[in-house]
């Protein structure tokens, strides 16, 4: 066998194992990734829906600018067609507390993730939680704090939420702080507008 | 409108380089003369938008479509490698006294983490195909700015007296430190 | 035998990665603003290491020489990816922390480097011994950086509160700048440290001379 040959031979069947491999890992942790992904997304929306135990998903079409939205709102990211997701928050009876939209600002970072749940009579924020972000540790981290997410608690689409007025900028962090009030803003009443025609069409 | 922004957010507020720790190799060992630094910019900047361009490609019609996105990371790198094999093949046939400007940096682009870094995170946000171009012109750009900023730097350095213990690297990290501080500076400009 | 704990040593000071021969500097300064987050990096990095320097130290045989880079960075993809996945199943929190610097482990020159110069060419065991050495030192290294970042930051060290009431946290040290600044710092110290060594061995040579 001449050289090149050699060479080809080698580094396909080094290549072909690899890939096999590789799809074995893919196939074995697969599970258990989805589960711990499914257990972070169950928890966001708990912890933004006080009162519920337990949600369901509804597809709801995009109103407005969630249409533009890059975000995990559209479960395949890139054509218009797909449906918006909500998760509508239930209690022990089964009765809707609200609902929770995901929706994106760009930090200081990158971008933030961010879990908004609306309560379902009042239609004022029931809570927020922080799903991802790659802010400064110690600054910009500071969003997951309770103290700077319960402020969007009981704020509604009737005034928009205002940085500086109602809530307060974390010291050192005006772009993360803002990146979430902004993010949160913008999306409130398209979200909210979605959710009600999904409900009246079921 | 929308590529500006992105050009601008990947040049300046998220430089790679400064920012974002990609590229750090080359960064504090090309950087000790500004003409060198132009051309490990350049070259850079090539390699990262064919990569950006090459990767975009892979994503979306191999490994998507097939539910192979477990080889990623692999074809990604193996890709680099083979473009940088390519261009390094091109310009020693068709533009010699450029590649004889650039040719000793080329291999070092293979494991610039910058360039597989900047394929990754096109993929992990999803970006469409333009925005991938520029995001990986961006990256280039913005490579090169830190380079040629940190080399412009270090040439004056050389005059100055700097205590012994902090001779060499260590000055050159504390001066990266206060570029970087620099650059943050510009955070929250979009 | 000797030779091999020689070799052992040598990544853990003479030869360290980060503070001597200043590689594998991105992962060093991106993901050290904790201890935790410095020492997970650093273990990914010296599983991955460790495997692939096994392995191509047992197929330098096999491959053809012509071949040998794209076959290392197969090999080195490979375990890179398989930690990738391992890390998203069981420690998902700190996969999210480390974001995309999981898969740059492939472009980590340490590893490359060790293979091309040390795995290619001396046997199995010696390859294994000479990675876990330059993994510790990585180790180390990352865990000792991510702790002065931790601790003066954001005064905790692997999440325990250690600081004093009224301790004012120097925040920028857990920013990109401050990476710079304190491995520039340490680089200073550690150059100290070498003198300091290097003349106390000089003064007993000529002391046994005299």
Known sequence: MNESAKMIVVLTIIAMISGLLLAQVYHLTYDRIQLGKAQALRGSILAALPGAVDFRVIEAHPVGGLEDDRSTLRSKPGSDSDPLLLFQGLDENGDPVGFAYVCEGVGYGGIIKIMVGVNHTSELISGVAILEHVETPNIGSLIENESFRNQFVGKGTADPIALGQDIDRITGATVSSRAVTEAVNRDLSNALQAYKEAITNE | ?190 | MNKMIKDFLRGLWDEHPTFRIMIGMCPTLAVTTSAINGMGMAIATTFVLICSSLLISMLKKVIPGGVRIPAYIIVIATFVTTVDYLMQAYTPDLHEALGVFIPLIVVNCIILGRAEAYASKMPVIWSAFDALGMGLGFTWGLTLIGSIRELLGSGTIFGFSVAPDGFTPFAILTSPPGAFITLGVLLALMNIISDKIAQRTRANQQKTAS
């Open chain 2, 1 to 190: 409108m929308e590529y500006l922004l992105l050009f601008i957010g990947t040049v300046i507020v998220n430089n790679f380089v400064l920012v974002q720790f990609l590229g750090i190799c080359p960064f504090l060992g090309v950087s000790k003369q500004v003409s060198t630094s132009v051309g490990m910019g350049i070259a850079t900047t090539f390699v990262m938008v064919m990569a950006a361009l090459a990767s975009w490609l892979i994503e979306h019609f191999i490994l998507v479509p097939l539910d192979l996105v477990y080889l990623r990371t692999l074809s990604f790198i193996l890709v680099i490698a083979a473009l940088v094999q390519l261009v390094e093949m091109f310009l020693h046939k068709s533009i010699p006294g450029l590649y004889r400007a650039m040719g000793i940096f080329l291999p070092l682009i293979t494991t610039n983490c910058a360039v597989l870094g900047l394929s990754l995170n096109a993929v992990l946000r999803s970006y469409n195909l333009g925005e991938s171009l520029v995001y990986g012109f961006g990256a280039g750009v913005g490579f090169t700015l830190a380079l040629i900023l940190m080399a412009g730097i270090r040439e004056e350095l050389e005059f100055a007296d700097i205590p012994k213990p902090l001779k060499g690297a260590a000055i050159a990290l504390i001066t990266a430190g206060l570029l970087s501080l620099a650059f943050s500076g510009f955070a929250g400009m979009i």
